[in-house]
């Protein structure tokens, strides 16, 4: 008995075909190898979005930061998204495709201890007066400054002649990490979390646009459904040439003719708003045409 397949011709089997080519499938039943096998050729587009979390997190010193240090801080904290990567592919499999999990990173700038936590004023502190915010962030400076000279005095040589190699390397590590963490007390932190998110998108023939969600800078990507933010759109503008140079099509009469499906090149473009993304031109079947090719 024959065994009877059902296969969704799906367009990454031919996914890396040069922009020259474009793809054909067979399509409707057939036998083929003693199976017989229900082709119908469809398309699955990826949409890979990176977005990227930036928090702003005020120092406990930040109104001091321009009578002391002459520079101005941030006074509240803030948290923005921004959209820094983009792409468009055709998937390799329909199903899997949605599944791919986000990639994710972060990385804190200015860090010294977790995100939300200062150092303590006075590491080096060796008595217990109490200070006030102004005279904290005073003693603050000072260690600063007083840090940045040590750090001159051994790059220069007049901190000891001994202190060189592996030894310097180690004392300026030290440095540099007490100077961040003063530093730090003034003008706070900046945490940025990036991650990838995939979208697939299964266009039809009759529609062009696609909105995929929408994007936010106070909350990032949020769903299509939420008007705070701008439309994330997938444009698709096939090319309507679908002339195949190498294929002779069949005439009515020819009986033992197939029928196929050929792929259209189209224009895909992404956007948000009105800024453009990333755009692909990618073979797709479902803007191309059904043709009947005579058997060789």
Partial sequence: MKRFLISMAVLTAVASASAQNRPIVRTGVFDRNGETVFSEPASTITVDLTVERNEIITGPYARYAQKYLGVRAPLSDKTTWSITGASISLAGDGVAAAAVPAQSESRTELHFGTAREFARLSPDRTDARALTADEAAAEAADAIFSLRKHRMDLITGEAGENVFGGGLEAALKTIDAYETAYLELFFGKR????????????????????VLCRFSEKEGIVPSTDLSGEMVMLRIEPSGDTSLKYIREATEKDKSAVECRVADLSTCILSCGTEELASAVLPLFEYGRTLRVAKQ
């Fill in 191 to 210: 945490a940025v979390t990036a991650e990838t998110v995939r979208l697939t998108v299964h266009p039809s023939g009759d529609k062009f646009g696609y």
